[in-house]
């Protein structure tokens, strides 16, 4: 199951936690990797999972994924 979650994961390019950790705790977070493709860092965005839910999260997700992709591009890093 775990492997199927870090694959997951790894082909939507970010990962989510509700309530996971904490009860009243949701997160989403994107890779910032090097030249080599090397996860180096993450940037994410938390919250209390009552004010931070699906929707919010939905709407984090584009910006956050791109903020990561141009760190990831001034290391060098590139999808291609």
């Known amino acids: ?3 199927r979650e870090v694959s997951r994961v790894r082909s939507q390019g970010w990962a989510q936690a509700v309530r996971e950790r904490e009860d009243d705790l ?5 890779p910032v990797r090097d030249t080599a ?4 860092a993450v940037i994410g965005v938390q919250g209390p999972a009552s004010r931070f839910g699906e929707g919010p999260m939905h709407d984090a ?6 903020a990561a992709t141009a760190l990831s591009a001034t290391l060098g890093w590139s999808s291609t």
């Open 1 to 3: 199951q775990l492997e």
């Open 26 to 30: 949701s997160a989403i977070a994107a």
């Open 37 to 40: 493709g090397d996860l180096v």
């Open 61 to 66: 997700r584009r910006p956050l994924v791109a």
